[in-house]
T-cell receptor, first 117, second 112 residues
Framework: EAGVAQSPRYKIIEKRQSVAFWCNPI?????LYWYQQILGQGPKLLIQ????????DSQLPKDRFSAERLKGVDSTLKIQPAKLEDSAVYLC???????????????FGSGTRLTVV | AQSVSQHNHHVILSEAASLELGCNYS??????LFWYVQYPGQHLQLLLK??????LVKGIKGFEAEFIKSKFSFNLRKPSVQWSDTAEYFC??????????FGGGTRLMVKP
C-alpha cells in the first residue's frame, strides 16, 4: 500500500514569513496527526484529526500555527509568521482510527524539514 | 499527563555487543507501548509494540522488549547488534485516546 505522502521534503524560509505543509494519509485512515520533531528531541504532537474534526490541538501554538483537514482526507499545516524556534521536522502520521488495537501503531510520512533563518 | 523518559541519549557499541535501551513512562492507566526506529534520512518505523498479554514482545530485526508494569518500564534489547542498527530509537506510549507520547530518543552508533 502507498505510504503517507508529505510535501515539500525541505523548506527554507526567513523568519516572519509564512509556510504550508501538505499531507496525504494512507487511504481509509480516519485519524491523522501532525507532529513536530526538533533536532535532538522526540516528536511532539501538534494536532490530531478524526476524519475532518479536531480531536486534540492542545499543544498547537494557535497564535501562529493552523491546520485543516476539510474533506477528511489530506491535510495542511500552516505557520504564519514563522519564528526561528519553528525550525524542525514536521511529521504527518495516520492510523485506522482511535485506539485501534488491530493496527500496528501509526504510519509516519518522511516529514518536511523546515529551516527558519 | 503522560511522559516518557529515555535515559541514554547516546550509545556507542561495537558489532556483536548486546544492547539494552531504557524507557520509563509515567501514566497511571492502561497504556500501549511502542518502540520506533529512525534510520538516517528515513521515516519513523515501528520496531515492536505491546498492548497486552506476554510482557516479553518480539519485534523485527531481532529486537525484543520487556514490559515491567511495576517499574513502569519497557526496555528494548538485542543480543547482538550490527552496524546496520545504527539509528535513533524512540520509545512511545499511548492511551485510549491514541495520542502517542514519545521519549527524547536514543542515538545508537554501532562501530564495525
Amino acid at each position: 500500500e502507498a505510504g503517507v505522502a508529505q510535501s515539500p521534503r525541505y523548506k527554507i524560509i526567513e523568519k516572519r514569513q509564512s509556510v504550508a505543509f501538505w499531507c496525504n494519509p494512507i487511504s481509509g485512515h480516519a485519524t491523522l496527526y501532525w507532529y513536530q520533531q526538533i533536532l535532538g528531541q522526540g516528536p511532539k504532537l501538534l494536532i490530531q484529526f478524526q476524519n475532518n474534526g479536531v480531536v486534540d490541538d492542545s499543544q498547537l501554538p494557535k497564535d501562529r500555527f493552523s491546520a485543516e483537514r476539510l474533506k477528511g482526507v489530506d491535510s495542511t499545516l500552516k505557520i504564519q509568521p514563522a519564528k526561528l524556534e519553528d525550525s524542525a521536522v514536521y511529521l504527518c502520521a495516520s492510523s485506522l482510527g482511535l485506539a485501534s488495537r488491530s493496527y500496528y501503531g501509526y504510519t509516519f510520512g518522511s516529514g518536511t524539514r523546515l529551516t527558519v533563518v | 499527563a503522560q511522559s516518557v523518559s529515555q535515559h541514554n541519549h547516546h550509545v556507542i557499541l561495537s558489532e556483536a555487543a548486546s544492547l539494552e535501551l531504557g524507557c520509563n513512562y509515567s501514566y497511571g492507566g492502561t497504556v500501549n507501548l511502542f518502540w520506533y526506529v529512525q534510520y538516517p534520512g528515513q521515516h519513523l518505523q515501528l520496531l515492536l509494540k505491546y498492548f497486552s498479554g506476554d510482557p516479553l514482545v518480539k519485534g523485527i530485526k531481532g529486537f525484543e522488549a520487556e514490559f515491567i508494569k511495576s517499574k513502569f518500564s519497557f526496555n528494548l534489547r538485542k543480543p547482538s547488534v550490527q552496524w546496520s542498527d545504527t539509528a535513533e530509537y524512540f520509545c512511545a506510549v499511548n492511551n485510549a485516546g491514541n495520542m502517542l507520547t514519545f521519549g527524547g530518543g536514543t542515538r545508537l552508533m554501532v562501530k564495525p
